[in-house]
T-cell receptor, first 114, second 113 residues
Framework: KQEVTQIPAALSVPEGENLVLNCSFTDSAIYNLQWFRQDPGKGLTSLLL?????REQTSGRLNASLDKSSGRSTLYIAASQPGDSATYLCALGDGSSNTGKLIFGQGTTLQVKP | NAGVTQTPKFRILKIGQSMTLQCTQD?????MYWYRQDPGMGLKLIYY???????DKGEVPNGYNVSRSTTEDFPLRLELAAPSQTSVYFC????????????FGQGTRLTVV
């Protein structure tokens, strides 16, 4: 059974720092990996989608990488800002079925201090 | 662009009551999903649908029912609400098969007392 783990559960950094969020998974048979942002009491906003054949995707200050062989993905945030404070979730497209089901990690809650 | 719309946003139910969480999407997506999120946890799949008239169970389906009569709508029915169903419920949709981007609604926060 696929398991997704995000470490650390919480992270606090000063403004301006570059940071890396980690996502690990146990089964390399995935269709894709998607990073989401969740603000308190809000829904999920898609940040980046990496297909299984890709190694990385970039959007602005965000860069996500995927290494299926080692079962890892990282989300790199450059020059962090207080507005980046949120919970970040990674989710895998379940490779055992062609239905688009997602398997989520527990999330990393990020606080960027001014 | 409304995307995925869920109603209501908040609801308090008494034990044993029933309710329907509404979800509609305007992106003509074939695939729709219901997830629940418990505090400090990731999302878990309740039910999903790959098209009108087709639904299937996810990881945690007990206590819930769904229907999919149209492409746009995917309601989630709670029968005989229990405190264990206190959670935040998210509806999502995607265009097609695995590998396509998923879009989420804003969630319904449900408390069963």
């Amino acid at each position: 059974k696929q398991e997704v783990t995000q470490i650390p559960a919480a992270l606090s950094v000063p403004e301006g720092e570059n940071l890396v969020l980690n996502c690990s998974f146990t089964d390399s048979a995935i269709y894709n990996l998607q990073w989401f942002r969740q603000d308190p009491g809000k829904g999920l906003t898609s940040l980046l989608l990496i297909q299984s054949s890709q190694r990385e995707q970039t959007s602005g200050r965000l860069n996500a990488s995927l290494d299926k062989s080692s079962g890892r993905s990282t989300l790199y945030i450059a020059a962090s800002q207080p507005g980046d404070s949120a919970t970040y979730l990674c989710a895998l497209g379940d490779g055992s079925s062609n239905t688009g089901k997602l398997i989520f990690g527990q999330g990393t809650t990020l606080q960027v201090k001014p | 662009n409304a995307g995925v719309t869920q109603t209501p946003k908040f609801r308090i139910l008494k034990i044993g009551q029933s309710m329907t969480l509404q979800c509609t999407q305007d992106m003509n997506h074939n695939y729709m999903y219901w997830y629940r999120q418990d505090p400090g946890m990731g999302l878990k799949l309740i039910y999903y649908s790959v098209g009108a008239g087709i639904t299937d169970k996810g990881e945690v389906p007990n206590g819930y029912n769904v229907s999919r009569s149209t492409t746009e709508d995917f309601p989630l029915r709670l029968e005989l609400a229990a405190p264990s169903q206190t959670s935040v419920y998210f509806c999502a949709s995607s265009y097609g098969r695995a590998g396509t981007e998923a879009f989420f609604g804003q969630g319904t926060r449900l408390t069963v007392v």
